[in-house]
């Protein structure tokens, strides 16, 4: 019967693969992934349902035709029971099998078309949600557009809350790629058991509560995005493991045998230093530069003239639903004054509660956070002489824990590089010093937390400081 099924469909144009084992008809749905499997109803060394089963655990969506001893409607039922899209009599003529395959492959062209269509108009919203005009927006967005268009793999870096992901989405949707799955993986949510089956997969049995076999993400995005997020959290197991499938590109389920080939463009993203890291030997180097092919570097919205304002608008319209249809101007400026620790993430929860709180048709500056009102320079480089604000401490009451940490990380390196600077009464040299870096390092820690550097005692040329918060305003009008 197998080989008049191959002769027949090969007579027809279509490629195919044939094999009267059950174990080799998964191995080849595995590194083939066809469009289409016919299948007796009972097979030799496995059943049907089974059979289909694991068919299905590879691509969920693959159609199935069924071939069936007798043509009865019992028959018919069992076999779209299993989860079959048609199903044949053993005895049929070649016309019922060329109208049974051409209705499986138009199903399946539809289904690849929807979803690649849902894709595409996520990825559009999600690229629309990059706002920004200022100058250093303007160099992210043209950086994505020239990375979008190759297939070399990203390492997209920032503070928490700066749109990383959306960056990702952005280089999918604009990429050859765009058709095909844009798959998030969180690196820092699971533990490395679960993470490993997350990124690989598992066959029945090889994991705690494994009762099936599981395709992971680096499957799901043949021939698509693999966005890791928070890839500097990746256990250093799991590093060479996925050094290794990304160097040879053959992926293996945990507990499998099969090699599965996968064709994957890999989105990474951080918000840790992972040059740094990799010097130290705390991340693999040889998976640094495996990932960071393409930097793309994301400035933390106190750093993006003229943005916020246009975000906070952006987001009135999202939120306000059609009742509000402004902010007020003195409310603008409480916004623009703000540092914004959580970044554009931040924004917009607090456009959206400000939304939620409003009377009227506008946004005023009574609903605002008191600390945003107050004027507050809370987040990074919210320290000022050495001290840790009030508004630093409510600001970081709203945050998610992997939040909150870096915004206490930030706060307390201000905070010491405020100190140190005072220690040695505003010399440079002799701070960077006493804090183990040299003089250019420590000048981009002054400006990453806006700590502006005064000569003293009429002196120029900066080797002497004072350490001054710099607010949001004095930026943008400067």
């Known amino acids: 019967m197998g080989d008049n099924l191959t002769r027949i469909l090969r007579r027809e144009g279509y490629r195919c693969s044939s094999t009267t084992e059950a174990r080799k008809a998964v191995e080849l749905l595995q590194a083939q992934r066809p ?14 349902r089974e059979l289909l089963g694991q068919a299905h655990g590879i691509d969920p969506a693959l159609p199935v035709i069924m071939i069936t001893a007798v043509s009865t409607i019992e028959s018919a039922v069992t076999a779209v029971k299993h989860g079959a899209f048609d199903y044949l009599p053993r005895d049929f003529s070649a016309d019922q099998l060329r109208v049974s395959v051409a209705r499986a492959l138009r199903e399946r062209t539809l289904q690849v078309e929807n979803r690649n269509l849902r894709a595409r108009l996520e990825a559009t919203f999600r690229f629309e949600a990059l706002l920004g005009r200022s100058a250093a927006m303007a160099r992210v967005f043209e950086l994505v557009r020239k990375a979008a268009r190759s297939d070399a793999s990203i390492l997209v870096t920032g503070e928490s ?74 256990p250093r197991g799991l590093q060479a493991r996925l050094v290794r499938t990304l160097q040879e590109r053959p992926a293996r389920r945990v507990g499998g045998h099969a090699l ?35 930097g793309i570097e994301l400035p933390p919205l106190r750093e993006r003239e003229g943005d916020v304002r246009l975000l906070a608008h952006a987001f009135l319209e999202r939120f306000g639903r059609g009742r509000l249809r402004a902010i007020d101007d003195d409310a603008l400026a409480a916004l623009e004054r703000y540092r914004w620790p959580g970044n554009v993430r931040e924004l917009q929860n607090m456009i959206e509660r400000a939304c ?3 009377d009227g048709d506008r946004v005023r500056r009574g609903d605002l956070p008191d600390y945003v009102v107050d004027g507050a320079s809370a987040g990074p480089g919210a320290a000022e002489d050495g001290a840790i604000t009030a508004a630093a401490r409510a600001a970081g009451k709203g945050l998610a824990l992997k939040d909150a940490r870096e915004h206490w990380m930030s706060v307390l390196e201000a905070s010491y590089l405020g100190d140190l600077l005072a220690g040695h009464e505003g010399n440079i040299s002799a701070a960077a010093k006493t804090a183990g870096i040299d003089r250019k390092t420590f000048h981009r820690l002054l400006n990453k937390h806006r700590l502006k550097s005064r000569p003293r005692g009429g002196r120029q040329g900066g080797e002497t400081a004072t350490a001054a918060p710099v607010s949001a305003r004095d930026v943008i009008r400067r």
């Open 260 to 294: 599965v080939d996968v064709d994957v463009r890999v989105v990474a993203a951080t918000t840790r230093d992972l040059r740094a890291a990799a010097a130290k030997r705390d991340f693999r180097g040889d998976l640094f530069y495996r990932i960071d092919v393409i």
């Open 356 to 358: 939620a709180l409003a």
């Open 35 to 48: 469009d289409l499997l016919l299948t007796d109803l009972n097979p030799p060394e496995t059943g049907g």
């Open 161 to 234: 809350g700066t749109g990383k992901e959306l960056v990702a989405r952005a280089v999918h949707a604009n990429s050859p790629r765009a058709a095909g799955p844009f798959v998030p993986v969180d690196c820092a949510s699971l533990p490395e058991p679960l993470l490993e089956s997350e990124l690989f997969g598992h066959e029945k049995g090889a994991v705690t509560g494994a009762v099936r076999a599981r395709p992971g993400s680096m499957e799901s995005a043949h021939r698509g995005t693999l966005f890791l997020d928070e890839v500097g959290e990746l």
